[in-house]
């Protein structure tokens, strides 16, 4: 293996389980045994490490994603919400094929990104993966018109919490199926489990909501 793949090996592990903020590069290059000037040599930056160890999954995924959600905009039938998140099944799932835990690891990366206060990373994802985000908002608009942008952000911004601690928490849920209901889950029956949820939250009815200072 090279030693850019080992240095990226090993920091997407510890950014998945520590955090971006929370891993130094000592501790990358000490687990991908490498020297610091490595890590200087093939990134330059801890900030430009960040966004390669993102850019393998988003490589990955953006392409079928967008396939998926395009599909679903140019479809003859308005899409259920359900629908809609169900496209992101078959891509997520498939970076377990890329990499070993690479649907858990991703998605609790893509958590850090919002937690750790890494605004340039949202910043780079939006910019870098435009027709993902894009084909995406399209798509929940084509389901549920009535929402407006702000609503989409605010409900979208709950969705990843849901979906990110979960998936933070996959194996333990793995752990209680089996152990208190007797059923056996797999990290796929933990994503189609939370799509039904994460549908119905984001199509709920529209309140108007009062400012504290009027009530």
Not at 21 to 35: F, P
Not at 122 to 129: D, E, G, M, N, P
């Amino acid at each position: 293996m090279s030693t850019k793949n080992k240095i990226l090996d090993a920091a997407d592990v510890l950014f998945a389980n520590k955090g971006f903020n929370g891993t130094s590069l000592r501790e990358i290059t000490s687990q991908a045994n490498v020297n610091l000037a490595a890590v200087n040599y093939h990134f330059g930056s801890k900030k430009e490490l960040i966004k390669a160890v993102m850019s393998r999954y988003m490589d990955e995924l953006s392409p079928r994603l967008e396939s998926a959600l395009s599909l679903i905009c140019q479809a003859e039938l308005k899409p259920t919400l359900h629908e809609v998140f169900s496209a992101f099944i078959g891509p997520l799932l498939h970076l377990n094929d890329f990499k070993e835990n690479g649907t858990s690891t991703f998605l609790q990366l893509l958590g850090r990104g919002y937690t750790d206060s890494q605004g340039f990373l949202r910043w780079f994802l939006t910019t870098q993966y435009p027709d993902v985000f894009t084909n995406f908002t399209k798509a929940v608009n084509i389901a549920y018109p009535e929402l407006t942008a702000e609503e989409i952000f605010w409900r979208l911004h709950f969705t990843m919490g849901t979906i990110v601690f979960t998936m933070s928490s996959s194996e333990a849920l793995i752990d209680i199926a089996q152990n208190d209901f007797d059923n056996e889950l797999d990290i796929a029956g933990v994503i189609e489990r939370v799509i039904p949820y994460v549908a119905a939250g984001v199509g709920a009815p529209i309140t108007n909501i009062e400012p504290l200072s009027l009530r």
